[in-house]
């Protein structure tokens, strides 16, 4: 019903910048919350951003002041801007949104990306 695309992910030295997008396609009607979560080797899924239909964001405290969560609601895409990249932010990124799916219902899907790789060297 709905598809995610993740792209933007690669190998970075430390300092460096990388752009990650999610575009979504398929049966979509509405898009409530729009997020980043990352997962590195051996630990548990956490939460990097999140913004929501109306802009509003919130940051993991890690990566505070260093990546900017965005999204265009017309092109039903979110953006994280990674800079001051650390080699403790090596993980695979999945973005995760909140689509409701059918004017007629209130239900939304939760949907995730298929992850991509963000690799950072020291």
């Known amino acids: 019903q709905v598809q995610l695309v993740e792209s933007g992910g690669g190998l970075v030295q430390a300092g460096g910048s990388l752009r990650l997008s999610c575009a979504a396609s398929?049966?979509?009607?509405?898009?409530?919350?729009m997020g980043w979560y990352r997962q590195a080797p051996g630990k548990q899924r956490e939460l990097v951003a999140l913004?929501?239909?109306?802009?509003?964001?919130n940051y993991a405290d890690f990566v505070k002041g260093r990546f900017t969560i965005s999204r265009d609601s017309a092109k039903n895409t979110v953006y994280l801007q990674m800079n001051s990249l650390k080699p403790e932010d090596t993980a695979v990124y999945y973005c995760?949104?909140?689509?409701?799916?059918?004017?007629?219902?209130?239900?939304?899907?939760?949907?995730w990306g298929q992850g991509t790789q963000v690799t950072v060297s020291s």
């Open positions: 995760n949104l909140w689509v409701r799916t059918d004017w007629r219902t209130t239900n939304e899907l939760e949907c």
């Open positions: 398929g049966s979509i009607f509405s898009i409530n919350k």
């Open positions: 913004i929501t239909s109306i802009g509003l964001t």
